[in-house]
């Protein structure tokens, strides 16, 4: 059974612990917070002779508990990662690997061991979202300078704008032990549960010893029984692993120091940084899609909150951006994220998401969506709250409406919105031709979440828990708890009968002085009296009455406080019956909360169908937005294209052209004009700048990727076949932090699609050698062609874009049955003058290669001096004349021979000047004077 820590505390504030209220009784201007009828947060009540109020102080301060709910909060948002590469030494020298631990989810996630480990250590950055990371001490400079870009506290990196959301620590190597992370895995509660279950254990006799290699031997029950659960031979992640949970060690000592002090590392853990999940991730499963592509097809992006004093950032203009919105829960987002991340290569999967999509989007089921989307934002983050309830807190915020986001509140509503939202979606007309979401949802026990809800329902009192801003145990919960709460009510009429007998038995000079009776918890029954500013104690102290005992406690308000006979015996006859009260709801509210927390998981269960149906609903509803079609995913390796559109130009423009793609056996563009004879796995690009190159690569590559999602795509007709890697080198990440110049890192990226792609890839390359020398340039991407071409039925699908017209017009790079030439098409007026447009951009895609970039042109309308643009005009008509610019340029016309006879002069007269000696009025003329001699002869 799941444990439930309740701190203790005399008064509790409700943003902090789960104790509960008394009920109120009477005006509410009577009451104040602190009392178990209070509402007013200042003034406390008092009780004059003859008057039926009681008077009730905040007894106790609230730091230590809001202190409490400020770092359990902090807790549940630690996203905590490892990774390493291995070293040259190592025989998977090269080989990268990472582990993350996410509070929230309480989840331990894995990697498998993968290849290229910067490039794939930056992808775990974009999936973990860490707030912190470790790598060890003997890292190399690449992967700590990559580190360091985004972290809060830099390591080595000297540009501090650079700093991003989570914090980079190095610790020893030996933290990333394979055998240490082995002994620690051992120990988490997954492991634990399934070899409770009967899995596999060592046999009688069988422990763990050393090997003859040296190594530890865990024994083969233990080891198989964690072996179902990662993949032990990705050693590098499971080292990771490792030090992650030696962190969270950490945390918990350091957070729960008398807890965890001398506890046995098999006990149950403390509860915060809790392993109750292990899964293992592997990128076979997924279209492998880098950091760099992530950038360049704007997949994924954030940007700079507009409000300058926010430390929270927004998703800017992006694929994932465009569904976001939609998803409305926590977890909707989560999963929504984790789709864009993670495109599917099962096609299972991929058909799936498509069929429950589509039966969205039907006609029929248009109403009962939009009203499922609606219940789905009255669901709060379960998975928090959840967390929060078995650390004992109600109340995770503060504030006058705090009580509608506490704990129960949160359950509560979850259990009614998931029964109708379970109901409405079996009215979904063709659910039942769906599979996972259906079996998912009905596979939970309404049962146990009907109980949830009737035991949360029948205990909290919602409003008065709301008044009071704390939570309320309903009337008829406890027959004692009720009994208590009435003797406590006629308090009231009891304390004005006391103050009326204490003013019996005083003098009568002093009854004016005698105020009132008033209770205090933990404090008891005090008479006050009228405070005497000159002595500091009360104007009346006992004197002449049958008890002279009075004992002065504090003054406060003017008044003193006392403590006499007949308070004394109130005290002995009924005691704090407030703290007792307050006792008696906490042992309630726990008791509820060990119910609760039976059905955690059937609780989580449904929480995670909901995010599920979340985030798919998500998808519907942005395909009916911007009239997306479904797509037909398919094994071959094809992709055609009807009429597609650009998902987010298109969005930012008053009219996009769409342009038709086909693919068989590798990339073939079939223009519109017919259709080709042969099926080239190539298409090479050309055509002036601005003529929409860029965004055709663009537009096919995310049609491709929102297809492996699952997701309609901007596309009258699309067959997609499965691709299992997205490589591109289009834009050029620049940092300061980075020490390689943009060449070096387009050669980066080109190197890594080359080693990387297979034939059922698709690499997009635009504009590849422009950041060197024109021959240099002409020669890499004439390489780059050619090494393709070369590959034959292994070449992936390619797209490329180049302004190297040389390397067609030489015949070094030959359309053919591998490789298709396609320009954008432009329109030239030459009849224009320059003042006007001369050109028109039609952004269609026509088969053969453009003659020329038109880079005047461009140079024009970007606003580039005529002058500058005829001179360069006439540069490159003697250079396609193949001219010596040398020879052209000595070939002067008269003027311009005489104004550089002039210039000579003039330079020839400045150097004969002498400026050795000082020069001054007395020794000769000013230097003003002398250089204008020069300049006018």
């Known amino acids: 059974m799941a444990s439930f820590n309740t701190p203790i505390a005399s008064d509790p504030n409700p943003s902090s612990t789960p104790i509960g209220n008394l009920e109120r009784q009477g005006p509410a201007s009577n009451y104040i917070t602190g009392d178990p009828f209070g509402s007013s947060p200042s003034q406390p009540r008092r009780i ?43 025989q998977d020298a090269g080989r990268a690997g990472c582990a993350y631990y996410v509070a929230a989810q309480e989840t331990l996630y894995l990697i498998d061991d993968v290849v290229d ?106 080891l198989m029984n964690l ?44 509860a915060s940084f809790v392993v109750k999940g292990i899964e293992m991730l592997s990128f076979a499963d997924y279209m492998f899609v880098n950091g760099d592509t992530l950038a360049a097809l704007q997949i994924m992006g954030s940007e700079a909150h507009p409000n300058r004093y926010s430390q929270t950032s927004k998703e800017s203009l992006s694929l994932f951006g465009l569904f976001k919105p939609h998803a409305v829960t926590y977890e909707g987002r989560f999963k929504l994220r984790q789709m864009f991340l993670r495109p599917s290569i099962d096609l299972a999967v991929i058909h799936e998401r498509q069929r429950t999509i589509s039966t969205f989007l039907h006609p029929e089921n248009q109403e009962t969506i939009d009203s499922i989307h609606r219940e789905l934002m009255k669901i709060p983050n379960v998975r928090t709250m959840m967390a929060y309830l078995r650390r004992g807190i109600d109340f995770p915020s503060q504030g006058a409406s705090s009580m509608k986001r506490s704990v129960w509140a949160a ?176 042992e309630l509210l726990h008791d509820i909360a060990v119910q609760v927390l039976e059905h955690e998981k059937v609780i989580i269960a449904a929480y ?42 298109e969005r930012v423009v008053q009219s996009f052209i769409p342009n038709d793609c086909k693919i068989e056996q590798g990339v073939t563009v079939e223009l519109v004009q017919g259709s080709q004879p042969d099926r080239p796995s190539i298409l090479v690009l050309t055509g002036p700048n601005h003529s929409g190159k860029s965004i055709y690569l663009k537009q096919v590559a995310l049609i491709v990727y929102l297809a492996h999602i699952g997701s309609h795509v901007p596309a009258t007709r699309a067959v997609i076949g499965l691709t299992d890697r997205l490589l591109t080198r289009i834009s050029t990440r620049e940092s300061i932090c980075r020490d390689q110049s943009a060449f070096a890192i387009d050669l980066k990226q080109v190197a ?89 951009y039609m952004y269609k895609l026509r088969d053969g290669r453009s003659s020329s970039s038109f880079g005047s042109w461009c140079a024009r309308m970007n606003g580039v001096e005529d002058e500058v643009v005829k001179r360069a005009e006439s540069i490159v008509l003697l250079l396609s004349r193949n001219e010596d610019l040398a020879c052209v340029s000595a070939n002067l016309t008269e003027q311009q021979a005489g104004a550089l006879q002039e210039s000579e002069e003039l330079a020839r007269r400045f150097l004969e000047l002498d400026f050795s000696k000082p020069i001054s009025k007395e020794s000769g003329p000013a230097p003003r004077d002398v250089l204008g001699s020069v300049l006018n002869r």
């Not at 003859?50 to 400020?70: E, W, Y």
């Not at 390489?783 to 699908?797: E, I, N, S, T, V």
């Open 117 to 222: 480990g910067v490039d794939i250590v930056e992808l775990m950055l974009s999936h973990a979202q860490p707030t912190t990371v470790i790598v060890t001490t003997h890292a190399s400079r690449d992967m700590v300078t990559l580190l360091s870009r985004h972290a809060s506290h830099p390591v080595n990196a000297s540009d501090d704008s650079n700093r991003g959301a989570y914090i980079l620590r190095q610790i020893g190597s030996g933290e990333f032990s394979y055998e240490a992370a082995i002994q620690r895995l051992l120990t988490v509660a997954p492991f634990r549960q399934s070899s409770e279950s009967g899995f596999l254990s060592n046999g009688p006799g069988e422990s763990n010893h050393e090997s003859p290699d040296g190594s530890l031997d865990f024994g083969r029950g233990k």
């Open 752 to 840: 890594f699609s080359l080693s990387f792609a297979t034939k059922r890839s698709l690499v997009l390359v635009d504009e590849f050698g422009k950041g060197t020398g024109p021959a240099d340039g002409a020669g890499l991407i004439t390489a780059l062609l050619q090494h393709f071409q070369g590959l034959g039925p292994a070449c992936p699908r390619v797209l490329a874009a180049t302004h190297f017209h040389e390397v067609f017009e030489n015949g070094f790079v030959k359309p053919g049955p591998s490789l298709r030439l396609a320009h954008m098409e432009v329109r030239l007026d030459l009849g224009t003058t320059p003042d006007e447009d001369d050109v028109t």
């Open 411 to 586: 359950l509560a509503t979850f259990s009614g919105v998931f029964l109708q939202i379970n109901d409405r979606f079996q009215h979904l007309s063709g659910a039942k031709r769906l599979h996972i979401l259906p079996r998912t949802l009905y596979s939970i026990s309404r049962d146990a979440i009907v109980q949830v809800g009737e035991i949360i329902g029948r205990t909290i009192d919602f409003e008065q828990s709301q008044d009071r801003l704390r939570t309320a145990v309903a009337r008829g919960v406890d027959p004692d708890l009720d009994a208590m709460k009435r003797e406590y009510d006629g308090m009231e009429r009891f304390l004005t009968d006391m103050a009326t007998n204490v003013n019996r038995e005083i003098p009568q000079w002093a009854q004016k002085h005698v105020q009132h009776c008033i209770f205090f918890p933990q404090i008891g029954f005090l008479t006050v009296v009228v405070l005497d500013p000159e002595t500091g104690r009360g104007r009346y102290e006992g004197d002449g009455s049958r008890d002279p005992s009075w004992d002065f406690l504090f003054e406060a308000d003017g008044n003193a406080y006392y403590k006499n006979e007949w308070m004394r015996d109130l005290d002995s006859r009924f005691g704090d019956m407030y703290c007792a009260i307050l006792d008696r709801e906490i």
């Open 227 to 270: 072996g179902a659960l990662i993949n032990l031979d990705s050693t590098i992640s499971v080292g990771c692993a490792g030090a992650v949970l030696g962190d969270l060690q950490r945390k918990r000592a350091a957070q729960y120091p008398s807890v965890y002090e001398g506890r046995d590392e098999h006990e149950e853990q403390p």
């Open 48 to 90: 004059h002779p003859g008057s039926a109020n009681i008077d009730a102080l905040d007894p106790a301060s609230q730091d230590d508990a809001d202190s409490l709910s400020n770092q359990d909060s902090d807790a549940l948002g630690e996203v905590i990662m490892a990774t390493d590469i291995a070293k040259s030494r190592n």
């Open 608 to 649: 995670n169908a909901c995010g599920e149906l979340d985030s798919l609903v998500a998808l519907a509803l942005g395909a009916r937005l911007y009239n997306w079609t479904q797509p037909r995913v398919v094994d071959e390796k094809m992709i055609e294209i009807r009429e597609g559109r650009h998902a987010l130009q």
